[in-house]
C-alpha cells in the first residue's frame, strides 16, 4: 500500500516571515492530528533552514526545489544535493516543468539530478507532463514515454514521480480525472518496464496542476493517483490541510 505524499512546492515566493507564518501555522495544524498521510513542503532555498526548525518535530517533510549534478565545485548559484541533506532536506524536486522551460533542462539532465539526489540519501521528485500543444496533437502519452524514459535515475528507491500537465500548471486549468487516470496508468507500466513491476508498484507517482480544496476530491478515487504536488493553494495553510483532507488516507 503506498501512501499518500501531499507535497507543497512554494516555488520563488515567500520572504523570511512569510515562510515562518506559514511554516508554524502548518505545523500546529498537523500536530494537533491532521489528515493521515505524508507531508512535504519545498520552499525556497534561503527558507530551507527555519522552515526546517518550525516544522520540527511535527512529522512534515522538507524539501528543496533543485538540486546540481555534482556534489561540489565550481558551480555559482547552485546547490548541491549533500548541501540540501546537511540543511534538513529529505527529498528534492527535480525537472519541474518551470525548470525544463526557464533553463532549458533536458531529461539526461533531469535523470542526473535525480541519482546526484539519490546519492546524497535524498527522495528525488521527478516531474514530467505534456504542454498543451502536445496534448491537443495527441501526444500526450508519447511525451510522457519519452519523459519517463529519458528522466529516471538508476534505482527504484527513493524515487517519487509527479505527473504535471504544463498546461495545467498555474493555469487554473485541471485534467480530467480520465485524462489523469490514463496518464498515471502508462506511467506506472512505464516504471514497470525500466524497473520492474514490484519496484514500480512501490513508486508513489504524484498529480500537480491547479489542484485546489474544490478539485482535489475528483482526485481522490483514482487508484494510481499517490497524492499531489501543489503549487499555488500550498501557500495557504487553510487551502494545503483541506486539499489532504479531500484525499483518503493511506
Ligand atoms: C507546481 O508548481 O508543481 C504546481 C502544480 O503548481 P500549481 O498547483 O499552482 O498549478
Redesign the pocket.
Known amino acids: 500500500m503506498r501512501r499518500k505524499l501531499i507535497a507543497g512546492?512554494w516555488?520563488m515566493n515567500g520572504l523570511r516571515q512569510d515562510g515562518l507564518d506559514l511554516a508554524r501555522a502548518l505545523a500546529a495544524r498537523i500536530r494537533g492530528g491532521g489528515p493521515d498521510c505524508d507531508w512535504l513542503v519545498c520552499p525556497p532555498a534561503q527558507l530551507l533552514i527555519p522552515v526546517g526548525e518550525a516544522i520540527g518535530g511535527s512529522g512534515i517533510a522538507l524539501g528543496a526545489q533543485d538540486c546540481h549534478t555534482e556534489a561540489a565545485g565550481a558551480h555559482t548559484g547552485d546547490l548541491a544535493a549533500p548541501m540540501l541533506a546537511d540543511a534538513g532536506c529529505s527529498f528534492v524536486i527535480v525537472g519541474?516543468s518551470e525548470r525544463r522551460t526557464d533553463h532549458g533542462e533536458s531529461d539526461a539532465l533531469v535523470k542526473a539530478k535525480a541519482a546526484a539526489a539519490q546519492a546524497a540519501g535524498l527522495t528525488p521528485i521527478v516531474c514530467l507532463g505534456e504542454t498543451e500543444e502536445q496534448r491537443e496533437a495527441g501526444r500526450a502519452l508519447e511525451v510522457i514515454e519519452t519523459q519517463v524514459t529519458g528522466s529516471m535515475p538508476g534505482a527504484a528507491e527513493p524515487l517519487v514521480v509527479a505527473y504535471?500537465p504544463v498546461w495545467?500548471?498555474?493555469t487554473g486549468k485541471v485534467a480530467t480525472p480520465e485524462d489523469v487516470a490514463e496518464a498515471h496508468a502508462h506511467i506506472r507500466g512505464l516504471l514497470g518496464g525500466i524497473f520492474g513491476a514490484e519496484a514500480a508498484e512501490a513508486i508513489r507517482v504524484l498529480y500537480?496542476?491547479?489542484?485546489k480544496p474544490n478539485n482535489a476530491r475528483d482526485l481522490r478515487a483514482l487508484a494510481d493517483v499517490d497524492g499531489g504536488?501543489?503549487?499555488?493553494?500550498s501557500l495557504k495553510a487553510d487551502d494545503f490541510l483541506a486539499i489532504a483532507n479531500a484525499v483518503p488516507a493511506g
Not at 500537480?208 to 489542484?211: A, F, I, L, P
Not at 504536488?229 to 493553494?233: R, V
Open positions: 512546492n516555488k519541474h504535471e495545467a500548471i498555474g500537480g496542476g491547479s489542484v504536488l501543489i503549487g499555488g493553494a
